[in-house]
């Protein structure tokens, strides 16, 4: 399931949602990402996110048919906020559940590499210096590239 | 009326998200698009037109010599950062 909202979510009720849709497997790895207290500018007072709905879903959509593609998963979940983010608030959760644990974390780290760099949000620190647009670091480029150069699988 | 949909830092460049524009008939692709812009705002145009930048009409996502209509909605995607 893909869910991209303004509202903020529980990451442990909703793990543990997922988890009761998922009894027959073995492996869950869950990934949560939150907004980090500093942004390049100093101390943050929020991150924006836009995204264009619709299209930002079908991306998200294609990340995961790519992830299940190559990996035998059988269920994965991935919220991800938009609008206005405190500082320290969960951004993004990724779960993935498999029969054995290599698939889940493979996916799931695969998922959250694809999602900084292909899925289509936009991401605007605001801080007391001012406003930045934030784009994807080399780190999270080379991130993504190991999916596609390498042999891991 | 072609909608034109600015995304991220374009939309800062544009000083809108959203501009309604009639286009005239020349304009037959996202690139001849970007000239008819750059009459206007040359700015704006260069940064429509880098590299980085994806392109969707009608929410799907295209090349820049994708054609368009005029009653299509054209979208302009500045480098992505989700996660």
Not at chain 1, 78 to 83: C, D, L, M, N, S
Not at chain 1, 103 to 130: P, R, V
Request: net charge negative; glycine share 8%; charged share 30%.
């Amino acid at each position: 399931m893909i869910r991209v909202s303004e509202k903020p979510f529980e990451p442990g009720a909703e793990l543990s949602a997922f988890e009761n849709q998922t009894a027959d497997e073995g492996a869950i790895v869950s990934f949560l990402g939150k907004v980090r207290p500093k942004g390049a500018g100093g101390d943050l007072i929020a991150l924006k996110l836009e995204h264009y709905s619709g299209v930002t879903e079908r991306s998200i959509a294609d990340i995961v048919a790519k992830a299940e593609e190559r990996w035998s998963i059988s269920n994965s979940l991935i919220i991800h906020r938009v609008g206005a983010i405190d500082p320290g608030e969960p951004i993004v959760l990724v779960c993935v559940a498999a029969k054995h644990r290599r698939d889940a974390f493979k996916a799931a780290d695969f998922l959250m590499d694809y999602l900084k760099t292909e899925a289509y949000f936009w991401k605007k620190e605001i801080t007391s210096a001012g406003e930045e647009w934030i784009e994807p670091r080399k780190g999270d480029y080379d991130d993504v590239k190991r999916w596609q150069t390498s042999k891991l699988s | 009326m072609t909608r034109l949909l600015y995304f991220g830092k374009l939309a800062d460049i544009a000083g809108g998200r959203m501009r309604e524009i009639p286009a005239p008939d020349h304009v037959e692709t996202i690139s001849d698009l970007i000239a008819h812009i750059g009459e206007a705002d040359a700015v704006l145009a260069a940064a429509l037109a880098d590299e980085t930048v994806r392109y969707a009409v009608n929410e799907e996502i295209v090349s820049r010599e994708a054609a368009i209509s005029n009653t299509d909605e054209v979208a302009f995607l500045p480098p992505v950062s989700g996660g």
